[in-house]
């Protein structure tokens, strides 16, 4: 499974931006997919993560209520919309595929088998 993420750019405090994930294969369906970011100086870090079927999702306590992930299996694209941007939210951001569906895991980078090229969000004041 390729992964592809897109719709980074800059964005003032406040903003908004909605993140794509396009995948290479129908296949798609059967996987988690989950997002991740990587500040400057920083270690990766989980940021949402949706089930196979799109009735799931987990979130990471510093986006909970101001990001919403989700995905359309017709269009084989996850998606994941931010809102509410602050400075902190700068980052490449990373989309994962997880063949595991263990649910315990999906904050875990490991526990995803494929990753796509980051895409880099830049929140200005």
């Known amino acids: 499974v390729q992964l592809q993420a897109s719709g980074g750019g800059v964005v003032q405090t406040g903003g908004s931006l909605r993140l794509s994930c396009a995948a290479s294969e129908r296949t798609f369906g059967r996987f988690v997919m989950g997002w991740f970011r990587q500040a400057p100086g920083k270690e990766r870090e989980f940021v949402a993560a949706?089930?196979?079927?799109?009735?799931?999702?987990a979130y990471a306590d510093s986006v909970k209520g101001r990001f919403t992930i989700s995905k359309d299996t017709a269009k084989i694209t996850a998606y994941l919309q931010m809102n509410s941007l602050n400075l902190e939210d700068t980052a490449v951001y990373y989309c994962?595929?997880?063949?595991?569906?263990?649910?315990?895991?999906?904050?875990?980078?490991?526990?995803?088998?494929?990753w796509g090229r980051g895409t880099l969000v830049t929140v200005s004041s």
């Open positions: 949706i089930n196979f079927s799109g009735g799931s999702t």
């Open positions: 994962a595929a997880d063949s595991t569906h263990i649910r315990s895991s999906w904050s875990m980078s490991s526990a995803y088998d494929y």
